[in-house]
């Protein structure tokens, strides 16, 4: 069974740094696209970052890009989401999904969700 699991949010300050982490499981890890969404309250899900390791593709959310960093570790199955200089506007419930093939942009287009992480920026 493909599961994503979510790790690593938490309560940060303005300018400061988290680092998520997702564990993926139940499929070939090289066979799929894994991606980073968020959802504020009373906003629709967005996809901010994906990758697709065995490709060497990535995604970035415009808004989050020179900020946010996402990274793998095929032997681990793990992906990584490295935010900094985080700001107030990205307070939301991080998802990880996974899809099979190359990255999407929109959160229909993926499988498999994690449970999500609550990430909050304070001022």
């Known amino acids: 069974e493909v599961q994503p699991v979510e790790a690593g949010g938490g309560l940060v300050q303005a300018g400061g740094s988290l680092r998520l982490s997702c564990a993926a499981s139940?499929?070939?890890?090289?066979?799929?696209?894994i991606g980073w969404f968020r959802q504020a309250p009373g906003k629709e899900r967005e996809a901010i970052s994906c990758i697709k390791s065995s490709a060497g593709t990535t995604y970035y959310l415009d808004s989050v890009k020179g900020r946010f960093t996402i990274s793998s570790d095929s032997a681990k199955k793990m992906v990584y989401l490295q935010m900094n200089s985080l700001k107030p506007e990205d307070t939301a419930v991080y998802y990880c999904?996974?899809?099979?093939?190359?990255?999407?942009?929109?959160?229909?287009?993926?499988?498999?969700w994690g449970q999500g992480t609550q990430v909050t920026v304070s001022s």
């Open positions: 999904a996974v899809r099979p093939g190359y990255c999407g942009s929109y959160y229909l287009m993926y499988n498999y």
């Open positions: 139940g499929f070939t890890f090289d066979d799929y696209a």
